[in-house]
């Protein structure tokens, strides 16, 4: 239960442009502009791989993701960086959350399906 607890982070949709939002870590996430806990990444023109942190900052460049359907499965959805087109949110197992572009590795998962946090019992493994 801790680990679906704390892997809980909701979408807060951006006005700017459509299907634009940020992530947050859902423990952390507060009503309005102001609170939470951002997915934060430090991309450039020379850095085109960063770790995600945690992090109140709000600069669109690096906080800012345009939520898109994935090509490989159905209802699920990539979540590309807003500045940086071709880079994608992604998730190596066990423990890395990162944005990369390019050649995504075999075993790097950019797809993810929302589920509703109620349902989450249907994804527990006894291990």
């Known amino acids: 239960n801790d680990f679906f607890k704390d892997a809980k982070y909701s979408l807060w949709w951006l006005p700017e442009v459509n299907n634009m939002c ?3 870590a859902q ?3 507060g ?3 102001e609170g939470g806990m951002n997915f934060n990444f430090a991309l450039s023109r ?3 791989v960063s770790e995600v942190v945690l992090s109140p900052g709000q600069v669109a460049e690096s906080c800012n993701f345009i939520v898109v359907a994935s090509p490989d ?3 699920a959805f990539r979540f ?3 500045h940086f087109p071709g880079h994608y949110l992604a998730y190596r197992p066990p423990t890395h959350l ?3 572009g390019g050649v995504v590795e075999e075993n ?3 797809d993810f399906f929302l589920v509703d946090y109620a349902k989450m019992y249907m994804y527990m493994a006894v291990e």
């Open 22 to 24: 940020r992530l947050r």
């Open 27 to 29: 423990t952390t996430a």
């Open 31 to 33: 009503m309005g502009q």
């Open 46 to 48: 020379q850095v085109t």
């Open 73 to 75: 499965f159905q209802g």
């Open 80 to 82: 590309e960086c807003a």
């Open 98 to 100: 990162r944005v990369l």
């Open 108 to 110: 790097t998962k950019i």
